[in-house]
């Protein structure tokens, strides 16, 4: 059975000053509605999207999105930011309205958007509880019947008639969520709340998700987190400018997701002949490739480097760095490569597989002489992407690190 | 499959009719609208140190005020009535109706954060506020009555209380629907044209004066008079003097027009409120 029908669904939203020249604009539809014709404002909107300047004022959030969701499954949306998801969930939530187009449903909504709304700092832990459960539609007495178990989830029994001004950003966050946990709505919808709170209320957070849609409940999750988005969701939406770009099981889509990002990243670099080739008169660079070229964090991952030396030196210390993308250089790494036929030189080197930690990395090459002076220094060759696998405990988020080993552990007992 | 159209228990739709209001959501949403009252009784005087005294300081120093502005400099009639009592009753009575007036007049812009976050039938916030103003009128007018009683044992103060202060609770009832009908309408409005907002303050201290408050209307004649006679709260105020003090005279048909414009003023002010609702969020 189907719970949520989205049908041809557009937002408009105009960029800007609202308020300069709104009489006006208002006054011109009203007389263009009078005469019949067509919102003179929606036919110049441009399409969502931010890095080109648009020549209108009004740009489509949302363009001609079209889903359902049947009960019991767990949705999840991904995409990059301003891709539409959090106008999508603003509308499902009726926060805002559409400017086009109808979602249907079936079943109370209640929304994870963002958990504490409405906290007063003044009043305590318990009336908070009140208010804030009411705010989410509860009933008083609904929430009378859970108080306990809210409490109790929350784990701040101890304050719970203190105001909540006094309370940690951590106790604040997870009073809060304990009651969005207990709204017991038929389509629950989450948005990115696995960024707060440690990894000890991730793991409840991930736990009331999974009981929520175990009872046959419908959840709508939205996240960046493609781990979290694979080992929670049965299906996936891609969202890109406005539009839905991709459709089909959660697995599938986040490859998808992965690959468009892949097409960003330049994993290889290639020249025929010297002529055309980055370097100089000494050095010229024939290729730097990576392999596999989108590795996962458990592969092994080999660099490529051939190139040609035309210096008088028969070998050549090359050395390369490999950054991340706050340009910090996680290792660097060298080794001294003979002249081969034709000044050619070829490498390969190997970094192991659950090494590295997930993430965008480049490669900065150093070409030295035997007694290391530098001839040539080339940035940024090639870049590529190291992603993260499924995990099988309950934490999701980015594991801290510049790299992450996986290391021997060895427990016996005392 | 059933897919049948009439099983949805929701649809979202564009753009909202003019004539539809759920009213029973609101209803459903009662408990929401009694917890707001609580948290903006508990949270405004919690923390101050004279706290819910401030209910009482504030009246009767403007009662003082007044006394020697108006009464002592000014010399405006009272029509024979202990000035302290037709000040504070004025006071009383007006102040219920601008702060009802002025606090929800900005109710979705003040609200922007947490309306752009959950929904809730917006109307609860003004009605809630309506409700925890009528409380703190409920206290001030307790202290009326203290003060009354006091004027009149060592002061010599006399009142004259008839059977029409049997109105009291329609004339306050009148002044929540006419605040409430005026301030949803004026935030609707400010939410696209934000300079209605400057209009509001320094609007509603002019009404004040445009209402018999710190003078009795038959101190008033001619054109004046007249113009006077076309506020909507004059017959309110008025109506609760001759009722407490036993002046003028029972202006039934002041009444029913206060009555049909209160009702009409709300009757827009919700046909407005409900039309912005689920766009302003774009706007504000």
Redesign the interface.
């Known amino acids: ?2 719970v949520i ?1 989205v049908e041809n669904l557009f937002k408009q ?2 960029l800007g000053q ?2 300069t020249g ?2 006006s604009h ?1 006054l011109n539809r009203w007389f263009h509605k009078i005469r019949g014709k067509e919102d003179p404002y929606e036919i110049i909107t441009g399409e969502n999207a931010r890095e080109e300047k648009g020549t209108s004022n009004y740009i489509w959030a949302l363009k001609d999105i079209n889903f359902d969701v049947k009960q019991g499954e767990v949705l999840g949306i991904i995409g990059r930011n301003g891709a539409g998801k959090s106008t999508l969930l ?19 909504i209640a ?1 994870l ?2 958990v504490g ?2 906290f ?1 700092p ?2 305590t832990g318990r ?1 908070n509880i ?2 804030n459960g ?4 509860m ?2 007495s609904e929430i009378r019947s859970k108080f306990d178990e809210i409490v109790a989830f929350s784990g701040v029994e101890k304050y719970i008639d203190t ?1 909540v001004k006094r309370y940690s950003s951590g106790m604040y966050v997870r009073l809060a969520f304990a009651v969005a946990a207990h709204l017991e709505p038929e389509i629950l919808i989450v948005d990115e709340v696995l960024a707060v709170g440690d990894a000890e209320f991730q793991k409840k957070c991930l736990g009331k998700m999974k009981d929520v849609s175990n009872q046959g409940r419908t959840v709508i999750f939205v996240s960046h987190n493609l781990v979290a988005v694979k080992s929670l969701c049965q299906r996936g939406i891609l969202m890109e400018r406005g539009g839905i770009a991709f459709m089909g099981s959660a697995d599938e889509t986040v490859e998808h997701y992965m690959k468009v990002n892949a097409a960003q990243l330049n994993p290889s670099i290639s020249f025929e002949y010297p002529v055309d080739a980055l370097g100089n008169e000494l050095i010229k660079l024939k290729t730097v490739s990576v392999e596999p070229t989108n590795p996962f964090i458990t592969d092994e991952i080999s660099i490529h480097f051939s190139f040609w030396n035309f210096s008088e030196d028969p070998s050549i210390f090359l050395a390369f760095d490999l950054i991340d993308l706050h340009e910090e250089v996680v290792f660097g790494s060298g080794f001294k490569i003979d002249k081969g036929i034709d000044n050619l030189c070829h490498a390969t080197c190997t970094i192991p597989g659950d090494l590295m930690n997930d993430g965008v990395y480049s490669i900065e090459l150093y070409f030295n002489t035997s007694d290391m002076r530098l001839l040539l220094s080339l940035p940024s060759t090639v870049s590529f992407e190291i992603a993260d696998k499924e995990r099988s405990y309950a934490y999701f988020g980015k594991i801290n690190g510049a790299v992450r080993p996986k290391l021997h552990w060895n427990i016996k007992p005392q | 499959m059933k897919s049948s159209d009439d099983s949805w228990t929701e649809i979202i739709k564009p753009k909202r009719g003019w004539l539809d209001i759920n009213l029973q959501e609101i209803w459903r949403y009662r408990d929401l609208i009694i917890l707001f009252v609580r948290r903006d009784f508990v949270s405004i005087y919690k923390q101050t140190i004279l706290g819910p005294l401030w209910l009482f300081i504030q009246p009767l120093f403007t009662t003082f005020i007044f006394y020697f502005v108006f009464n002592q400099i000014a010399k405006i009639s009272t029509e024979g009535v202990d000035p302290i009592l037709f000040y504070l009753s004025g006071i009383t009575l007006w102040n219920y109706f601008s702060d009802c007036f002025s606090k929800t007049s900005n109710t979705f812009v003040a609200n922007a954060s947490i309306f752009g976050k959950v929904y809730f039938p917006r109307l609860t916030t003004p009605i809630s506020i309506v409700i925890s103003n009528l409380i703190k009128l409920g206290i001030q007018v307790i202290l009326f009555v203290m003060i009354a009683f006091y004027q009149v044992t060592f002061n010599n103060a006399s009142i004259n209380i008839n059977s029409s202060i049997l109105m009291l609770p329609l004339l306050i009832l009148l002044m929540a629907i006419m605040g409430l009908g005026m301030g949803i309408l004026f935030s609707a409005l400010t939410t696209k044209y934000r300079d209605l907002s400057f209009l509001l303050t320094f609007g509603i201290q002019l009404l004040m004066y445009a209402t018999p408050i710190i003078y009795p209307l038959s101190f008033t004649s001619g054109k004046l008079h007249q113009v006077l006679s076309y506020n909507p709260i004059t017959p309110i105020i008025e109506n609760f003097r001759y009722s407490f003090f036993g002046i003028g005279t029972f202006d039934l048909v002041g009444l029913i027009y206060s009555t049909i414009f209160s009702i009409s003023v709300l009757f827009i002010g919700i046909l407005f409120f409900n039309k912005v609702e689920n766009k302003f969020m774009d706007t504000v």
């Open positions: 059975m189907q029908k939203y105009q609202v308020s709104t009489i208002d603003k509308i499902l939530s009726k926060v805002t309205a559409p400017t086009k187009g109808t979602i249907k449903i079936r079943g109370r929304s958007l963002e709304t409405g007063h003044e009043l009336e009140f208010l009411a705010i989410l539609g009933t008083k105001p």
